[in-house]
C-alpha cells in the first residue's frame, strides 16, 4: 500500500491542490453571500428565497464535496512514506491546526446557512464580514507552512 501512495505521490498532490482550491473558493465566496442575505433580502422575499438556493447549491455541489476531497488527498499525502518525518517537520503542525481551522468554519458555515434556510438568521452582515476573514488567515498560514516551512 506504502508503494503504492509513493507512485501515486505526484497525482494525490495534484488533486489535492485542485480541491483545496474549489474550497478555498467555496469558503471565500459563502459569507459574501450571507452579507448580502443579511442586508438585503428580507425574510419570505423573493431575493431571500433565491440567495436560500445560492447558497444550498454552493454548499452541496462544491464546498463539501471539495472539502471531503481536501481531507481524502491530504490524508494519502500525510500517509505517503519521505513526505512528512513528525519529529523532524514542525511546519505541518501551524498547517493541520489550520486545516482544522477552515474545517470548523465550514461546520460553522454549514449551521449558519441552516438559520437562513429556516429564516432565523440573527446575525449582522458586519457579523459575516468579519467571519470572512477566518479563510483568508487560515489559507495564508497553510501557504506559508507548506512552501517556506519557517519551523
Do not use: C, Q
Request: charged share 15%; hydrophobic share 55%.
Amino acid at each position: 500500500m506504502l508503494d503504492l501512495l509513493s507512485a501515486l505521490y505526484p497525482w494525490t498532490k495534484a488533486f489535492h491542490v485542485i480541491s483545496m482550491t474549489a474550497w478555498m473558493a467555496g469558503m471565500f465566496y459563502m459569507p459574501r453571500l450571507f452579507v448580502y442575505h443579511a442586508e438585503r433580502a428580507p425574510v419570505g422575499s423573493e431575493t431571500s428565497e433565491i440567495f436560500k438556493v445560492m447558497e444550498r447549491k454552493l454548499l452541496r455541489l462544491i464546498i463539501n464535496p471539495s472539502m471531503v476531497a481536501t481531507w481524502v488527498f491530504g490524508l494519502m499525502l500525510l500517509f505517503t512514506p519521505g513526505i512528512v518525518s513528525w519529529s523532524v517537520d514542525f511546519w505541518i503542525y501551524p498547517k493541520l491546526a489550520a486545516v482544522l481551522l477552515l474545517t470548523w468554519m465550514h461546520h460553522w458555515m454549514v449551521k449558519r446557512w441552516k438559520d437562513f434556510l429556516n429564516d432565523e438568521n440573527t446575525r449582522s452582515g458586519r457579523h459575516y464580514r468579519l467571519m470572512n476573514e477566518v479563510p483568508t488567515l487560515a489559507l495564508v498560514v497553510i501557504v506559508i507552512m507548506v512552501i517556506v516551512r519557517p519551523i
